[in-house]
């Protein structure tokens, strides 16, 4: 067992108050363990922890380019392996660096078989250069490149689905995690990164000045992702889910109405045909992991 009260992740970094994405990565190194060797991509992340001179993070670190951490990372895997070394790799990189500008080399890395733990925490937006849709966006978020207004509801196209790409690459172990639940989070980073070849986990981190709450709810609405089933923690092994977490369901509105990115769906008026597409939305991620616990009578 990793010993979980080390800090590797330093205080004073400068994120938001009440960033999803820092507590993620303070949480990933409790998981990892000390053994570590981090590539990470550019993104909110990198530019919070790392102002030159200083860096929050106690193991090696290495910036990569937006697109290139898994590839950086495949390189360092094979030098170890060389080496006769024994670290654990991995890539901790945005969404936008993960559903879209690095999918090539994170394809690439993957189906090279390369022994790396792929984690992407996911706030869903390119937050760092101002919100702007990524494909990791939900369903009628407004961000800046899909804004809400007369003519929209926000973002137009579902959330992609990454962890199933990453299944279909025969990836043995793919899980997702979120901030709101610490020690699951740490337990599958551990278990990512002690399953050999690559695998792949994927983080919910509620961003409160992309999503628009107060810094104090970011647990709050992690819960809330869960506990409406838009978001599913769950786990995969060989191509198989193996564990999800079952919850009584709540109705969507509870999730969305906690954040401003949604407010169009309620204000003026209610937006019943929308809302009821976003419940569509958490029916079917219940059905497909079947995570629905029956409540008490
Ligand atoms: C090739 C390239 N295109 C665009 C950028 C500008 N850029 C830097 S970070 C970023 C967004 C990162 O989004 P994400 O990976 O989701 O991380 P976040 O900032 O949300 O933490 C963009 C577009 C860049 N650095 N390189
Ligand atoms: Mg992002």
């Given at each position: ?13 400068r994120?938001c108050?009440?960033?999803g ?23 909110c992340?990198?530019?919070?922890s790392t ?13 990569s ?13 094979a030098?170890?392996?060389r080496q ?23 394809s690439?890395?993957f ?11 996911d ?23 899909s804004?809400?207004g ?17 299944v ?15 020690n ?5 980073v551990?278990r990512a ?12 981190a ?10 104090g709810k ?6 809330l992702a ?12 060989d ?5 999800a ?5 709540k ?9 401003k990115?949604f407010r ?5 008026a ?14 079917a991620n219940a ?11």
């Open positions: 067992m990793v010993d979980t009260s080390l800090e590797l992740f330093g205080c004073g970094h994120a108050g009440g960033c994405p820092a507590l993620a990565a303070r949480l990933i190194l409790k998981g990892a363990g000390e053994n570590s060797i981090v590539a990470a991509s550019t993104g992340m990198e530019v919070f102002p030159y001179p200083e860096t929050a993070w106690q193991v090696p670190w290495i910036h380019l937006f697109e290139n951490a898994s590839a950086v990372a495949s390189g360092i895997e030098s170890l392996k006769g070394r024994s670290e654990h790799v991995l890539c901790i990189c945005g969404d936008g660096a993960t559903f879209d500008i690095g999918m090539l080399c994170i690439g890395a189906e090279r078989g390369h022994d790396i733990t792929y984690i992407c925490y706030n869903e937006a390119y937050m760092n250069t101002g919100v702007q849709r990524s494909g990791a966006t939900p369903y009628d978020a407004s961000t800046t490149t804004p809400a007369k003519e929209s509801f926000g973002n137009k196209r579902p959330k992609k689905d990454m962890p199933q790409i990453l279909a690459h025969g990836a043995p172990y793919v899980a997702t995690a979120s901030v709101a639940y610490p699951d989070l740490m337990q599958k551990e990164v002690n399953t050999p070849g690559p695998c792949y986990l994927q983080i919910h509620p961003c409160s000045t992309g999503w628009g709450f107060e810094g970011t647990m709050e609405i992690g819960k869960i506990q409406t089933g838009l978001w599913v923690n769950f786990e995969m092994v191509g198989e889910i193996a564990k977490k079952k919850v009584v369901r109705p969507v509105d509870e999730y969305l109405m906690a954040q990115r169009h769906l309620f204000k003026p209610r937006n019943e045909e929308e809302i009821a597409k976003i419940q569509a939305i958490a029916d059905a497909k992991y079947g995570i629905d616990i029956k409540p008490k009578e």
